[in-house]
């Protein structure tokens, strides 16, 4: 799987969209960039994936660069709940079980 | 409610007096995983199961072993544990294993091995 690099921190204000960027510049054609976060000490949780298109859910939004070497998750309204640290990973399908959390980046939303 | 449980939530024991740390998903999940998480080294695979009496050693397997006799539960075992081995456990678990899958988290165990 690709290698992922993430800035170690970023603040935002509370109610602002927190922007969250990653990159992935060697990704292969059949990887994925998933995003998941881990509050405190809590079980890493799901937040949104994408291969090649924009996608949006009810937590966030993923922009994905028309290249594929980077992404950036969107909060469109950050709140305090929101802090946590966030992981990008980038898995190919055909990579059976693994999913490699490397540092991510901690996000603190401020009121 | 989908989701994957672990027991217990806290442990604390003393070195070489064997331990199970208990996961359970009710999601009829094919794939089982085992991580531990320590500061600086993110979370690091120890074991993981492709299905029922199928499993694998992960990136760090030494001092661990596990069983998967029915597909919900995924016990990880310590049979002596060592002071090395605190840390957070978490369990995972997916549909199959692969492909575009989401990776569901058990809540964590904190392991303290004194």
């Known amino acids: 799987d690709a290698k992922t690099t993430q800035p170690t921190s970023m603040d935002c204000a509370e109610g602002r969209a927190a922007n969250l960027p990653c990159n992935h510049s060697t990704i292969s054609g059949n990887e994925y960039v998933y995003w998941y976060r881990q509050i405190h000490s809590q079980g890493p949780q799901y937040i949104i994936h994408g291969l090649k298109n924009n996608e949006t859910n009810e937590m966030a939004s993923l922009i994905i660069t028309e290249d594929r070497k980077s992404s950036t998750l969107i909060l469109p309204h950050a709140t305090l709940r929101d802090t946590a640290v966030y992981y990008c990973?980038?898995?190919?399908?055909?990579?059976?079980?693994?999913?490699?959390f490397g540092s991510g980046t901690k996000l603190n939303v401020k009121p | 409610e989908a989701q994957v449980t672990q027991n217990p939530r806290y442990l604390i024991t003393v070195t070489g007096k064997k331990l199970t740390v208990t996961c359970s998903q009710n999601?009829?999940?094919?794939?089982m995983s085992w991580y531990r998480q320590d500061p600086g080294l993110g979370l690091r695979q120890i074991y993981y199961s492709m299905n029922v009496e199928v499993t694998d050693k992960g990136d760090v397997p030494e001092g661990y072993k596990v069983s998967r006799k029915e597909k919900r539960n995924f016990p990880l075992i310590l049979e002596s544990p060592s002071p090395n081995q605190t840390s957070l456990y978490f369990c995972?678990?997916?549909?199959?294993?692969?492909?575009?899958?989401?990776?569901?988290f058990g809540s964590g165990t904190q392991l303290s091995v004194l």
């Open positions: 995972a678990s997916s549909l199959k294993g692969y492909g575009a899958e989401k990776l569901f």
């Open positions: 990973i980038a898995r190919g399908v055909y990579n059976f079980n693994k999913f490699y």
């Open positions: 999601m009829n999940h094919e794939y």
